[in-house]
C-alpha cells in the first residue's frame, strides 16, 4: 500500500508561481511513475504531467506546457510539480497519483494505483 500526501497548494494571483509537492510512503518509490492530475469544479480530472521512475522522461498537458514542470526526488520520497505563469483557469484540486513501472497511457487517470487527499490552488484574476 502506498499512501500519498499532497502539499504547497494555496490561492495566487494570476501570472504568480506555487510549488506542489507529494510525498509518498512507498518503500520502491523509484519504481513507480508519478503523475498529477486535477480536477476543476464542475469538470471532469484531467491528466497534467507525469514523471518516469527514474525521472529521465516527462509528459504534459498542453494547457500546462512550458509553465508547469514535474520532478522527483527518489531519496526523499518525493515528486514536485512547480507551477508558473498560473491561470485562472489551473484554478483546480490538484492530485498527485502513482503506478508500479507504468510504461504506457501515463496520461490515463485508470492506470494510476494509488492517489493522495489532493490540495487546492486558486488563481485569482
Known amino acids: 500500500q502506498v499512501q500519498l500526501v499532497e502539499s504547497g497548494g494555496g490561492l495566487v494571483q494570476a501570472g504568480g508561481s506555487l510549488r506542489l509537492s507529494c510525498a509518498a510512503s512507498a518503500r520502491t518509490f523509484s519504481s513507480y511513475t508519478m503523475a498529477w492530475f486535477r480536477q476543476a469544479p464542475g469538470k471532469e480530472r484531467e491528466f497534467v504531467t507525469a514523471?518516469?521512475?527514474?525521472?529521465?522522461?516527462?509528459y504534459y498537458a498542453d494547457s500546462v506546457k512550458g509553465r508547469f514542470t514535474i520532478s522527483r526526488d527518489n531519496a526523499k520520497n518525493t515528486v514536485y510539480l512547480r507551477m508558473v505563469s498560473l491561470k485562472p483557469e489551473d484554478t483546480a484540486v490538484y492530485y498527485c497519483a502513482a503506478a508500479y513501472l507504468l510504461l504506457r497511457q501515463l496520461d490515463v487517470g485508470t492506470q494510476y494505483d494509488y492517489w493522495g487527499q489532493g490540495t487546492q490552488v486558486t488563481v485569482s484574476s
Open positions: 514523471i518516469s521512475w527514474s525521472g529521465g522522461s516527462t
